[in-house]
Protein backbone atom coordinates (compact mmCIF):
# COMPACT_ATOMS: atom_id res chain seq x y z
CA UNK A 1 0.00 0.00 0.00
CA UNK A 2 1.32 3.52 -0.82
CA UNK A 3 0.73 6.22 1.93
CA UNK A 4 0.04 9.38 -0.43
CA UNK A 5 -0.09 13.00 0.62
CA UNK A 6 -3.00 15.21 -0.76
CA UNK A 7 -2.50 18.05 0.60
CA UNK A 8 0.09 20.03 3.25
CA UNK A 9 0.13 23.44 4.69
CA UNK A 10 3.44 24.49 6.52
CA UNK A 11 3.50 27.81 8.50
CA UNK A 12 6.62 29.39 10.09
CA UNK A 13 7.17 32.56 11.80
CA UNK A 14 5.77 34.46 14.64
CA UNK A 15 2.02 34.73 14.62
CA UNK A 16 2.40 38.17 14.35
CA UNK A 17 4.81 38.43 11.68
CA UNK A 18 3.70 39.24 8.35
CA UNK A 19 7.21 38.13 6.91
CA UNK A 20 7.21 33.95 8.41
CA UNK A 21 6.79 31.82 5.21
CA UNK A 22 4.43 29.64 4.26
CA UNK A 23 4.44 25.91 1.83
CA UNK A 24 0.91 24.84 0.75
CA UNK A 25 -0.27 24.02 -2.86
CA UNK A 26 -3.58 25.86 -1.88
CA UNK A 27 -1.61 28.97 -2.63
CA UNK A 28 -1.76 28.19 -6.32
CA UNK A 29 -5.42 26.84 -5.62
CA UNK A 30 -6.22 29.99 -5.03
CA UNK A 31 -7.92 29.52 -1.46
CA UNK A 32 -4.77 31.39 0.36
CA UNK A 33 -4.78 34.77 0.44
CA UNK A 34 -1.46 35.75 1.90
CA UNK A 35 -0.43 37.75 4.26
CA UNK A 36 -3.97 38.60 5.51
CA UNK A 37 -5.14 34.66 5.39
CA UNK A 38 -6.34 33.77 9.05
CA UNK A 39 -4.19 30.74 9.28
CA UNK A 40 -1.07 32.85 9.95
CA UNK A 41 -2.68 33.40 13.82
CA UNK A 42 -4.95 30.59 13.55
CA UNK A 43 -3.25 27.16 13.55
CA UNK A 44 -6.41 25.53 13.87
CA UNK A 45 -7.48 27.31 10.42
CA UNK A 46 -5.27 25.27 8.54
CA UNK A 47 -6.65 21.89 9.14
CA UNK A 48 -10.62 23.27 9.02
CA UNK A 49 -9.31 24.81 5.41
CA UNK A 50 -7.63 21.59 4.49
CA UNK A 51 -11.01 19.05 5.32
CA UNK A 52 -13.55 22.08 3.89
CA UNK A 53 -14.11 20.15 0.87
CA UNK A 54 -14.04 16.48 1.76
CA UNK A 55 -16.87 13.87 2.81
CA UNK A 56 -15.90 11.31 4.69
CA UNK A 57 -16.87 9.26 8.01
CA UNK A 58 -15.66 11.66 10.59
CA UNK A 59 -15.43 7.84 12.12
CA UNK A 60 -12.61 7.59 9.47
CA UNK A 61 -10.21 10.52 10.49
CA UNK A 62 -7.36 10.59 12.16
CA UNK A 63 -5.29 13.47 13.89
CA UNK A 64 -1.80 12.99 15.05
CA UNK A 65 -0.51 16.27 16.16
CA UNK A 66 2.02 17.24 19.04
CA UNK A 67 4.46 20.04 19.96
CA UNK A 68 8.33 19.67 21.20
CA UNK A 69 7.01 19.85 24.99
CA UNK A 70 3.72 19.38 25.39
CA UNK A 71 1.68 22.22 26.83
CA UNK A 72 5.33 23.35 28.49
CA UNK A 73 5.40 26.13 27.22
CA UNK A 74 1.92 27.56 28.54
CA UNK A 75 2.88 27.33 32.02
CA UNK A 76 3.38 30.88 32.74
CA UNK A 77 -0.22 32.00 31.49
CA UNK A 78 -1.29 28.84 33.76
CA UNK A 79 0.41 30.17 36.82
CA UNK A 80 -0.98 33.52 35.75
CA UNK A 81 -4.52 32.74 35.09
CA UNK A 82 -5.17 29.93 37.48
CA UNK A 83 -6.69 28.55 34.51
CA UNK A 84 -5.26 24.58 34.02
CA UNK A 85 -7.88 23.25 31.49
CA UNK A 86 -5.22 22.49 29.34
CA UNK A 87 -4.04 18.85 28.73
CA UNK A 88 -0.86 17.13 27.33
CA UNK A 89 -2.89 15.97 24.23
CA UNK A 90 -4.93 19.57 23.63
CA UNK A 91 -3.69 20.42 20.59
CA UNK A 92 -4.35 16.87 18.87
CA UNK A 93 -7.66 17.09 20.91
CA UNK A 94 -8.37 20.51 19.65
CA UNK A 95 -7.25 19.89 16.12
CA UNK A 96 -9.80 17.11 15.75
CA UNK A 97 -12.74 18.51 17.11
CA UNK A 98 -11.83 21.70 14.74
CA UNK A 99 -12.31 19.50 11.96
CA UNK A 100 -15.35 16.88 13.43
CA UNK A 101 -12.93 14.08 13.29
CA UNK A 102 -13.41 10.90 15.74
CA UNK A 103 -11.10 8.38 14.72
CA UNK A 104 -7.70 7.84 16.50
CA UNK A 105 -6.33 11.10 18.16
CA UNK A 106 -3.00 11.00 19.25
CA UNK A 107 -0.43 13.37 20.32
CA UNK A 108 3.08 12.37 19.92
CA UNK A 109 5.79 14.19 21.90
CA UNK A 110 9.33 13.29 20.72
CA UNK A 111 10.91 16.57 21.41
CA UNK A 112 11.99 18.20 18.03
CA UNK A 113 11.47 14.84 16.34
CA UNK A 114 7.93 15.19 17.33
CA UNK A 115 6.61 16.24 13.82
CA UNK A 116 8.31 13.73 12.04
CA UNK A 117 7.10 10.83 14.54
CA UNK A 118 3.48 12.30 14.14
CA UNK A 119 3.68 11.39 10.59
CA UNK A 120 5.14 7.78 10.67
CA UNK A 121 2.57 7.14 13.04
CA UNK A 122 0.03 9.17 10.54
CA UNK A 123 1.35 6.76 7.65
CA UNK A 124 1.45 3.62 9.89
CA UNK A 125 -2.22 3.95 10.79
CA UNK A 126 -3.01 4.37 6.95
CA UNK A 127 -1.19 1.12 5.83
CA UNK A 128 -3.23 -0.57 9.12
CA UNK A 129 -6.24 0.55 8.09
CA UNK A 130 -6.82 2.53 11.27
CA UNK A 131 -8.28 5.35 8.93
CA UNK A 132 -9.32 6.62 5.57
CA UNK A 133 -7.66 9.59 6.09
CA UNK A 134 -4.74 10.48 8.74
CA UNK A 135 -4.20 14.75 9.63
CA UNK A 136 -1.03 14.49 10.80
CA UNK A 137 1.38 17.49 11.77
CA UNK A 138 3.16 19.25 14.65
CA UNK A 139 2.78 22.65 16.75
CA UNK A 140 5.54 25.03 17.83
CA UNK A 141 4.29 28.30 20.01
CA UNK A 142 6.73 30.76 20.66
CA UNK A 143 8.77 29.42 23.74
CA UNK A 144 8.76 31.49 27.13
CA UNK A 145 11.83 32.90 28.62
CA UNK A 146 11.92 29.79 31.00
CA UNK A 147 12.16 27.48 28.12
CA UNK A 148 14.75 29.79 25.95
CA UNK A 149 16.90 30.28 29.65
CA UNK A 150 17.26 26.39 29.43
CA UNK A 151 18.64 26.21 26.06
CA UNK A 152 20.71 29.06 26.49
CA UNK A 153 22.56 27.52 29.75
CA UNK A 154 23.16 24.35 27.44
CA UNK A 155 24.72 26.47 24.85
CA UNK A 156 22.36 25.29 22.14
CA UNK A 157 21.03 28.98 21.07
CA UNK A 158 23.25 31.18 18.86
CA UNK A 159 24.51 33.90 20.67
CA UNK A 160 24.90 35.95 17.10
CA UNK A 161 21.04 35.26 16.07
CA UNK A 162 22.63 33.88 12.61
CA UNK A 163 21.85 30.40 12.16
CA UNK A 164 25.15 28.78 10.46
CA UNK A 165 24.54 25.16 9.74
CA UNK A 166 27.76 23.00 8.83
CA UNK A 167 29.37 26.04 9.27
CA UNK A 168 33.00 26.88 10.85
CA UNK A 169 31.38 29.48 12.31
CA UNK A 170 28.57 27.89 13.48
CA UNK A 171 27.19 28.77 17.20
CA UNK A 172 23.59 27.53 17.84
CA UNK A 173 19.72 27.53 16.69
CA UNK A 174 17.45 30.25 16.46
CA UNK A 175 14.01 29.13 18.09
CA UNK A 176 11.05 30.10 16.02
CA UNK A 177 7.31 29.24 16.26
CA UNK A 178 5.02 27.30 13.68
CA UNK A 179 2.82 25.07 12.27
CA UNK A 180 2.31 22.34 9.66
CA UNK A 181 0.15 19.58 8.70
CA UNK A 182 0.27 16.46 5.89
CA UNK A 183 -3.35 14.86 5.41
CA UNK A 184 -2.76 11.25 4.79
CA UNK A 185 -4.25 8.78 2.82
CA UNK A 186 -4.01 5.60 0.81
CA UNK A 187 -3.12 6.05 -3.18
CA UNK A 188 -6.14 3.86 -3.93
CA UNK A 189 -8.18 5.79 -1.92
CA UNK A 190 -7.21 8.89 -2.84
CA UNK A 191 -7.95 8.20 -6.60
CA UNK A 192 -11.19 7.41 -5.44
CA UNK A 193 -12.11 10.24 -4.71
CA UNK A 194 -10.29 12.08 -7.36
CA UNK A 195 -7.75 14.02 -5.11
CA UNK A 196 -4.39 15.31 -6.14
CA UNK A 197 -1.33 13.48 -5.08
CA UNK A 198 1.49 15.73 -4.17
CA UNK A 199 3.74 12.64 -3.22
CA UNK A 200 4.06 9.80 -1.43
CA UNK A 201 5.49 9.36 2.23
CA UNK A 202 7.13 5.44 1.43
CA UNK A 203 9.92 5.19 4.12
CA UNK A 204 9.68 6.22 7.89
CA UNK A 205 11.27 5.00 10.52
CA UNK A 206 11.29 6.28 14.74
CA UNK A 207 14.29 5.28 16.97
CA UNK A 208 15.73 6.53 20.32
CA UNK A 209 19.37 7.12 20.62
CA UNK A 210 20.13 6.29 24.42
CA UNK A 211 24.02 7.80 24.34
CA UNK A 212 22.99 11.45 26.54
CA UNK A 213 20.37 13.64 27.44
CA UNK A 214 21.02 16.48 24.76
CA UNK A 215 23.93 14.87 22.18
CA UNK A 216 23.88 11.74 19.71
CA UNK A 217 26.25 9.03 19.76
CA UNK A 218 29.56 10.64 18.39
CA UNK A 219 29.97 7.69 15.83
CA UNK A 220 25.92 8.52 14.29
CA UNK A 221 25.36 5.00 14.50
CA UNK A 222 22.04 5.66 15.82
CA UNK A 223 21.54 7.64 13.26
CA UNK A 224 22.36 5.87 10.72
CA UNK A 225 20.37 2.78 11.34
CA UNK A 226 17.22 4.97 11.77
CA UNK A 227 18.01 6.15 8.05
CA UNK A 228 18.51 2.37 6.68
CA UNK A 229 15.46 1.49 8.39
CA UNK A 230 13.45 4.17 6.29
CA UNK A 231 15.38 3.02 3.06
CA UNK A 232 14.04 -0.47 3.56
CA UNK A 233 10.93 0.22 4.46
CA UNK A 234 10.55 2.43 1.28
CA UNK A 235 12.28 -0.27 -0.61
CA UNK A 236 16.06 1.28 -0.70
CA UNK A 237 15.36 4.04 -3.64
CA UNK A 238 17.97 6.20 -4.78
CA UNK A 239 17.95 9.24 -2.44
CA UNK A 240 18.14 12.66 -4.64
CA UNK A 241 18.60 15.03 -1.89
CA UNK A 242 18.46 15.37 1.51
CA UNK A 243 16.91 17.66 4.53
CA UNK A 244 19.07 17.66 7.19
CA UNK A 245 18.38 18.07 10.92
CA UNK A 246 20.99 20.62 10.54
CA UNK A 247 21.01 23.08 13.86
CA UNK A 248 24.27 24.80 13.47
CA UNK A 249 25.38 23.56 17.14
CA UNK A 250 29.03 21.55 17.19
CA UNK A 251 27.72 18.12 18.18
CA UNK A 252 24.72 17.53 15.78
CA UNK A 253 26.23 19.16 12.59
CA UNK A 254 29.46 17.06 12.69
CA UNK A 255 27.28 13.64 13.77
CA UNK A 256 24.80 14.37 11.45
CA UNK A 257 27.82 14.28 8.83
CA UNK A 258 29.66 11.57 9.77
CA UNK A 259 25.54 9.94 9.67
CA UNK A 260 25.07 10.65 6.61
CA UNK A 261 28.09 9.58 4.92
CA UNK A 262 28.52 6.17 6.26
CA UNK A 263 25.25 5.25 4.76
CA UNK A 264 25.67 7.25 1.15
CA UNK A 265 29.47 8.56 0.89
CA UNK A 266 29.36 12.15 -0.04
CA UNK A 267 27.52 11.09 -3.15
CA UNK A 268 24.31 13.14 -2.68
CA UNK A 269 22.91 16.81 -1.70
CA UNK A 270 21.88 17.93 1.55
CA UNK A 271 20.82 21.29 2.79
CA UNK A 272 19.64 22.27 6.36
CA UNK A 273 16.68 24.47 5.64
CA UNK A 274 16.09 26.06 9.41
CA UNK A 275 18.53 29.66 8.61
CA UNK A 276 15.61 30.24 6.67
CA UNK A 277 12.76 28.83 9.21
CA UNK A 278 14.23 29.11 12.24
CA UNK A 279 14.47 25.94 14.33
CA UNK A 280 10.80 24.87 14.68
CA UNK A 281 11.34 22.09 17.24
CA UNK A 282 7.96 20.36 17.81
CA UNK A 283 7.15 21.37 14.49
CA UNK A 284 10.57 21.12 12.32
CA UNK A 285 9.56 17.84 11.02
CA UNK A 286 6.05 18.92 9.07
CA UNK A 287 7.25 21.88 7.88
CA UNK A 288 10.67 20.37 6.54
CA UNK A 289 8.43 17.64 5.15
CA UNK A 290 6.69 20.41 3.03
CA UNK A 291 9.83 22.12 2.04
CA UNK A 292 10.94 18.42 0.90
CA UNK A 293 7.00 18.02 -0.92
CA UNK A 294 8.20 21.66 -2.65
CA UNK A 295 11.73 20.32 -3.81
CA UNK A 296 10.32 17.18 -5.56
CA UNK A 297 7.29 19.49 -6.90
CA UNK A 298 9.24 22.00 -8.45
CA UNK A 299 12.87 19.98 -8.91
CA UNK A 300 14.94 22.58 -6.89
CA UNK A 301 17.29 21.13 -3.89
CA UNK A 302 16.80 24.50 -1.04
CA UNK A 303 20.32 25.90 0.12
CA UNK A 304 21.77 26.19 3.44
CA UNK A 305 21.70 29.81 4.18
CA UNK A 306 24.91 31.60 5.58
CA UNK A 307 27.48 28.86 5.09
CA UNK A 308 30.30 30.35 4.15
CA UNK A 309 33.11 28.87 5.81
CA UNK A 310 33.68 24.97 5.38
CA UNK A 311 34.46 22.44 8.36
CA UNK A 312 36.43 19.38 8.49
CA UNK A 313 34.29 17.75 10.20
CA UNK A 314 31.16 18.54 8.26
CA UNK A 315 32.82 17.61 4.13
CA UNK A 316 29.47 16.81 2.33
CA UNK A 317 27.75 18.41 -0.78
CA UNK A 318 25.65 21.15 1.55
CA UNK A 319 24.23 23.08 -0.80
CA UNK A 320 25.44 26.44 -0.37
CA UNK A 321 23.67 29.86 -0.28
CA UNK A 322 21.68 29.31 -3.13
CA UNK A 323 19.09 26.50 -4.58
CA UNK A 324 19.86 23.87 -6.91
CA UNK A 325 17.90 22.27 -9.89
CA UNK A 326 18.44 19.02 -9.82
CA UNK A 327 16.08 16.23 -10.84
CA UNK A 328 14.72 15.41 -7.53
CA UNK A 329 12.46 11.76 -7.23
CA UNK A 330 12.95 10.79 -4.12
CA UNK A 331 14.17 12.60 -1.07
CA UNK A 332 15.20 11.83 3.13
CA UNK A 333 13.98 14.13 5.79
CA UNK A 334 15.99 13.84 9.08
CA UNK A 335 14.82 14.92 12.41
CA UNK A 336 16.35 14.48 16.32
CA UNK A 337 15.03 16.36 19.40
CA UNK A 338 16.88 16.24 23.21
CA UNK A 339 16.05 12.51 24.96
CA UNK A 340 17.64 11.04 21.83
CA UNK A 341 14.57 11.09 19.30
CA UNK A 342 15.07 10.18 15.99
CA UNK A 343 13.08 10.24 13.33
CA UNK A 344 13.48 9.74 9.18
CA UNK A 345 11.08 10.27 6.72
CA UNK A 346 11.63 9.33 3.04
CA UNK A 347 9.18 11.18 0.23
CA UNK A 348 8.32 10.17 -3.39
CA UNK A 349 7.60 11.98 -6.51
CA UNK A 350 4.35 11.78 -7.69
Known amino acids: MRV ?9 GAPDDPGGGFFSPLTEAGKVDQP ?29 CGSSKGDLSALPSWSESGD ?60 PPLILAAYRNMHALSKTGIMRPFDARRDGFVAASGFG ?32 MTSMCPSGESIARAIEDALRKAGNPQIDYINAHGTATK ?38 AAICLTALRNGVAPPTLNLEEGDSDCD ?30 IFEKA
Open 4 to 12: AVTNYIARF
Open 36 to 64: GWPGFKDPLWGPRLMMRDIETDPARIAVV
Open 84 to 143: FSWTADSIAHRVARSIGASGPVLSPNAACATAAHALALGARMIEYGQADLVLAGGVELPQ
Open 181 to 212: YLLLESEEHAKKRGAQIHGYLSGWSMKCDATH
Open 251 to 288: LNDAIESKAIKSVFGKGVPVSSTKPLTGHLLGAAGVVE
Open 316 to 345: LDYIPTEGRKLNVKTVLSLNYGFGGHIGAL
